[in-house]
């Protein structure tokens, strides 16, 4: 272009009058964006690694510059936003990354990038830079819960750093204590049939619980400890490869950094330099480039998963049964019903927390079926407790 030519300006896009539907899509806009920011904001005050922190300070400045879009947009058209705060999912999330660690929350968010990656492509009021902003963090937040690394500079520890989380325990937790919770429920309703709600319903309760509890938590012991047992077996083999075909392991290795990027020849010097280090080192390159494992987890701890699928079973279990240990006969049967009905009705919420589906659907959704279930075992308790008088 020559000095004297000047440059034509990009001509703004003429939008459409603002209507009422767009002001509502404006507004779900903006609160899911304060709802990142102030998400994300958090994970940066909780993360211990600093490069995690500064990947969530920069995911905030990120969202930021989104939520002043959609405050814009909804100020031009004369909506007051200054009284919207974090939505009750936000701030549910909030309060477990605070009390039980970032790296719980962290698969939920990654699905949530992932079904809102494609929510600005045909919105014209969004900035040409948003639609990428969005599936660049759906990609981000799933290669941090599957524990594989992101690539770039920004993040130096992510791998391995939430392998732990991979299968969502946010998730597992609710749906935990959601199978105690109906499983004692149905039995609870099935002796009350059958005895009229006197003292055997009461133990029949607390047995069901104990035993459920207890197969939960020998069932996550075992699994989470097989795991473990293969996951260390594979790092033993590992070293011994290491120790008899240095060789094979270094072309390995070789392959793998060049499939991520790296060119032949880097990959090479990269791969003989840690293959022909220090063992240790080599081998837990190797368990987390060429297995996957992070060595110092291996899966994490058997006994804490099956004390937490314990803890779970029963804090779900206990619902239908303490009624029965102030009452007896019909009474207690209602208030069972009730205060069960309210416990599925609050285990539905926090599936949405995970979902971000409609809270009255989903809840509604498991009263219905809490009760059916409950329903059906009390009128087949009911025939027995005929039959067998």
Same mark, same amino acid.
């Given at each position: 272009m020559s000095p004297k030519t000047k +440059? =034509?300006?990009?001509p703004t896009p003429t939008l459409a009058p603002v209507t009422r539907a767009d002001i509502a899509r404006y507004r779900e806009n903006l609160q899911g964006e304060i709802d990142a920011v102030a998400l994300y904001a958090l994970l940066a005050e909780e993360e211990e690694s600093q490069a /995690? &922190?500064?990947f969530y300070r920069r995911m905030v400045e990120i969202e930021g510059v989104h939520e002043g879009v959609w405050r814009e947009r909804l100020a031009a058209a004369g909506v007051d936003t200054s009284r919207m705060h974090p939505a009750w999912r936000a701030r549910a999330l909030m309060f477990v990354a605070r009390h039980f660690g970032p790296q719980l929350v962290v698969p939920t968010i990654a699905e949530r990038e992932a079904s809102d990656q494609a929510m600005y492509d045909e919105q014209p009021e969004a900035l040409d830079r948003m639609p990428g902003d969005e599936r660049s963090h759906a990609r981000l937040f799933r290669e941090l819960a599957g524990g594989r690394g992101v690539e770039g500079g920004t993040i130096a520890?992510?791998?391995g750093r939430h392998r732990g989380s991979g299968g969502n325990q946010l998730r597992a937790a609710v749906l935990g204590a959601n199978d105690g919770l109906v499983s004692n429920l149905s039995l609870s309703m099935g002796v009350a049939g059958a005895s009229g709600g006197g003292n055997a319903v009461l133990v029949a309760g607390f047995a069901g619980l104990l035993a459920g509890a207890l197969s939960m938590a020998i069932g996550e012991w075992l699994s989470v400890q097989s795991a473990r047992e293969l996951y260390a077996h594979q790092v033993k083999v590992e070293r011994e490869e290491l120790l008899n075909v240095p060789d094979e392991e270094e072309e390995e290795l070789t392959l793998i950094y060049q +499939? &991520? !990027?790296l060119t032949a020849e880097q990959a090479r010097l990269m791969s003989k330099s840690i293959v022909g280090g220090e063992l240790g080192h080599a081998v837990d390159t190797l368990a987390r480039e060429e297995l996957g494992i992070d060595p110092d987890e291996l899966g994490g701890s058997a006994w804490v998963a099956a +004390? =937490?699928?314990f803890f779970l079973f029963a804090l779900g279990a206990i619902v239908p049964v303490s009624p029965f240990i102030f009452a007896s006969g019909l009474p207690a049967v209602v208030a069972s019903i009730v205060v069960s009905a309210a416990a599925l009705m609050l285990v539905g919420a926090a599936i949405t927390i995970v979902? !971000? %589906? %409609?809270?009255l659907r989903t809840g509604g959704r498991q009263v /219905? /079926? !809490?009760m059916v279930a409950a329903a059906v075992t009390f009128g087949l308790g009911t025939l027995v407790g005929k039959a067998v008088g």
């Open positions: +440059a =034509t300006p990009t /995690l &922190k500064d520890r992510i791998e +499939a &991520k !990027g +004390a =937490t699928s979902t !971000g %589906s %409609s809270v /219905l /079926l !809490g």
